[in-house]
């Protein structure tokens, strides 16, 4: 059984960066697409960045587009997400997601997810 566990969250001001973590065990982590999910207070999750098992191919929200970094070090079983230039919008409990989805931006393709990092932006 796979499991995930994200860390890296916490409390920045807008225009600040963090860096989140994803870390998994129990499978084989290169074979699995990596993916980050948000969902805010009273709004449904949303699609955020997704990579392939390779880390060839990467895929991005609109509103975090050119802002955000997906990327995935599978000698170390874990996938991250920079984000620059925070938004007060982009608050969230973030969650990492692997599988192999026909789709990257549909959460209901990923197998395994992690609990959940809150990430909060003050103006």
């Known amino acids: 059984q796979v499991q995930l566990v994200e860390s890296g969250g916490g409390l920045v001001q807008a225009g600040g960066s963090l860096r989140l973590s994803c870390a998994a065990s129990?499978?084989?982590?290169?074979?699995?697409?990596m993916a980050w999910f948000r969902q805010a207070p009273g709004k449904e999750r949303e699609f955020v960045a997704a990579?392939?098992?390779?880390?060839?191919?990467?895929y991005y929200a609109d509103s975090v587009k050119g802002r955000f970094t997906i990327s995935r070090d599978n000698a170390k079983n874990t996938a991250y997400l920079q984000m620059n230039s925070l938004k007060p919008e982009d608050t969230a409990v973030y969650h990492c997601?692997?599988?192999?989805?026909?789709?990257?931006?549909?959460?209901?393709?990923?197998?395994?997810w992690g609990q959940g990092t809150q990430v909060t932006v003050s103006s």
């Open positions: 990579i392939s098992w390779s880390g060839s191919s990467t």
């Open positions: 129990g499978g084989t982590f290169s074979s699995y697409s």
């Open positions: 997601g692997g599988g192999r989805p026909r789709y990257y931006r549909d959460y209901g393709g990923y197998d395994y």
